[in-house]
């Protein structure tokens, strides 16, 4: 379907959205696990506010992602722009309806930007994949400040990476490696007070 008809892509065919019926591709692609019910929801939600808000019909739905006590909502790169004018009432919505608190994210196949988001005003100062003999891997990234700051719980974190990106994560502070290296600074200093 063109964009004028509506959002531009879910993972659903609009048609379906619309009559409340899955179509049989649809319906496999939700009995194989490659959309879930969250997903069909979600979509349908948005298709039935899009006369409410146009600008829906620039942006595109990729998945949403239960985790924990938020539902995170993906968009297509670049669609939190076009949706900025209406984002505080779509969130409140989605809330709404859904239950639990709703996060916007963009799809990124990097998960940098979006870790950033996630965890300003905290700073992510290193990152790195470790790859683990068992063939999956792991992202690694230390975050400036310290572990109280976090703006989402740390379970939160791990939900997210781990649902959309398939990998493990693991979070450094750097309040706790500073706190090493600093233990060790100071000690020459003492000795020339001494
Ligand atoms: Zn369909």
Known sequence: ?????????????YFDLRSGILCPRCEAKLRSGEITELDV????????????????????????????????????????????????DLRRILSDKLG???????????PRPLLEDLLSPLRIVGMNTVW????????HIIVSGSKRNLPVSEKILHSIVEKLYGTSLRLTFESSIVNRRGGSRRTPKTDRVR
């Open 1 to 13: 379907m063109s964009s004028k008809d509506g959002l531009i892509y879910t993972p659903v065919c």
């Open 41 to 88: 929801e979600v979509a349908r939600l948005l298709v039935n506010l899009e006369s409410r808000f146009p600008h829906l019909q620039k942006a595109s739905f990729i998945k949403a992602v239960d985790a924990e006590e938020y539902v995170f909502v993906v968009v297509g790169r670049g669609d939190l722009a076009k949706l900025n004018p209406i984002i505080g």
């Open 132 to 139: 683990i003999p068992d063939g999956t891997r792991e992202i």
């Open 100 to 110: 639990k608190p709703t996060i916007m994210l963009e799809n990124q196949s990097d």
